[in-house]
């Protein structure tokens, strides 16, 4: 209980200290016009209530990945929650509000345009195509899952597939709302409706942590239990757990989403509180179902506590989703009749209300490079419906595949996004006299994260079971060259920030 009480403080304290200072380093200008009050078109560019755009912000980045992320990493121990608060405050903060506001200094520009003005148009070029990628695999994911999930609770005519059954009437429901989602006004659908989805799933998980502490607290998982690495898949903990744990810490799809809420805020001072806030909200969710799972399944008479009972609950459910199946026995067993239908909501709804917002994010992308004016309905299909063609297709290939290509993918779109702000607030720091003298290095507060997930992502395509998979007794080499790769990125940096100092 006090390894959860201390995180959960300390994540509150970050986004009134370290996002403050975020904010400072920036320098939000007040009385600057934002994209949607200059850009007004009725359809993306729309300005919407503050309170609104945190809601739909929290709800379009949250989804699945803080619960389900959260689940698998408590497997690695409590270290879990080390990741979850200072990946939040010093690196997912960071990222998704340098996303969003860079977006509105642009005009309003998707993330590739952003990225590839800092670094390079070959880099932007190569965003272009890895956001694609993402999003479609994410928008693939987050269709096939919940479909069949729906088809659990009614029989529906289905197709099977690579030895799985694909429920096709709830996939093509769900296709269809997808289509809407992606070529409507955002106000229509998004703007009016998930701000209520997003309280439901604050609310859900407020509720857990309330029951967690009043009835359940002797059983929490303790740092002072040990930092050493608890999975039982022989799988390390260095870089698997930073990259299971994605959107409780930080996420690359965040960057994706952010620019749709910057077409829609009206002032700068709302950026702290509707991008490093969603941020931090979304990293307690994720604190909350982390402690949960790793609580729930204590049972002192057979000598389980916390993890060890996860554990065995997992080694009787080989093969199936494991995060789901806690998801499930925590809501009924803690919440009763209501938490079922929470649980509904939550491994449900809340995929599927980012799976749209993925696709729609895509659209963003494809018209923002190709300069194709988004105000009428013919223009929007021009995109959307290849868009769609993709996505049906990718629902044939094996979903767990999906899956872990898209982690790799996630933090990997992170790390370029990182390297982009830390550019950015260094050109910034030093071309403002003013900026120079008070944050002549807050362009660290950006290069420091982006150094940390260059060399996750490195390692975890040399050693993690889809990259290159080396063998456990030579690991140790995985981890020399990525670091090798790390200092190569640093040492480009250094040269760059070197000759812009000369200039």
Not at 64 to 84: C, D, E, N, R, S
Not at 171 to 177: A, E, G, P, Q, S
Request: charged share 15%.
């Amino acid at each position: 209980m006090i390894t959860f009480i201390v995180a959960l403080i300390l994540l509150v304290v970050g986004f009134f200290t370290y996002g403050v200072l975020v904010e400072k380093i920036f320098g939000i200008e007040p009385d600057r016009q934002t994209p949607a009050l200059t850009k007004t078109d009725g359809v993306d560019f729309v300005p919407m209530a503050p309170w609104r755009i945190f809601l739909v912000q929290f709800l379009n980045i949250a989804g699945l990945g803080p619960i389900f992320g959260a689940i698998m990493g408590i497997f690695y121990g409590p270290a879990a929650f080390l990741w979850i608060v200072f990946g939040t405050i010093f690196a997912g903060g960071v990222h998704d509000y340098l996303s969003g506001m860079l977006s509105i200094r642009k005009g309003g520009a998707s993330l590739p345009e952003i990225v590839g003005d800092e670094l390079g148009k070959h880099t932007k070029q190569f965003l272009r195509i890895l956001s694609l990628v993402l999003l479609i695999l994410l928008t693939t994911t987050f269709l096939s899952g919940p479909a069949t999930l729906l088809q659990g609770l009614e029989s529906l005519q289905a197709i099977p597939y690579h030895g799985h059954v694909i429920p096709i009437a709830w996939v093509l429901i769900i296709f269809c709302y997808y289509a809407l989602a992606t070529v409507l006004p955002v106000d229509k659908l998004i703007g009016r409706f998930y701000p209520f989805f997003g309280g439901i799933l604050l609310f859900m998980g407020i509720g857990i942590m309330v029951v967690m502490l009043w009835g359940h607290s002797a059983d929490m998982p303790e740092i002072f239990d040990g930092l050493h690495n608890r999975q039982t898949n022989g799988l390390p903990l260095f870089p698997m757990m930073f990259v299971s744990i994605a959107c409780g810490a930080i996420s690359g799809f965040h960057g994706t989403q952010s620019p749709i809420m910057a077409r829609c805020m009206t002032n700068e001072r709302q950026g702290r509180w509707i991008f490093y806030g969603a941020m931090v909200a979304e990293g307690i969710l994720a604190l909350i179902w982390a402690a949960a799972a790793g609580t729930f399944f204590a049972d002192p008479e057979k000598g389980l506590y916390g993890i060890d009972g996860l554990q065995a609950f997992a080694a009787e459910h080989p093969g199936e989703n494991i995060a789901a199946l806690v998801i499930d026995k925590v809501s009924r067993s803690w919440l009763g009749t209501v938490g079922g239908l929470l649980a509904i909501i939550g491994v449900i709804a809340a995929p599927i209300t980012s799976g749209d917002t993925a696709l729609r994010s895509a659209r963003l992308i494809i018209a923002d490079f190709m300069h194709i004016e988004q105000r009428t309905i013919p223009h929007r299909l021009e995109i959307a419906l290849p868009l769609f063609i993709s996505v049906f297709g990718m629902i044939f290939v094996d979903f767990n595949v999906i899956w872990r290509y898209f982690a790799w993918t996630n933090q990997t779109l992170a790390c370029f996004t990182l390297w982009a702000g830390a550019v950015w607030l260094y050109k910034k720091g030093q071309g403002d006299k003013v900026q120079s003298t008070k944050y002549r290095y807050g362009y660290m507060i950006a290069l420091f994260p982006a150094v940390f997930m260059t060399m996750v992502c490195c390692s975890y395509i040399l050693i993690a079971p889809e990259g290159l998979n080396i063998a456990p007794d030579m690991r140790w080499l995985g981890y020399v060259i990525a670091g090798i790769m790390t200092i190569v990125c640093l040492d480009i940096f250094t040269i760059w920030a070197r000759r812009q100092r000369r200039k």
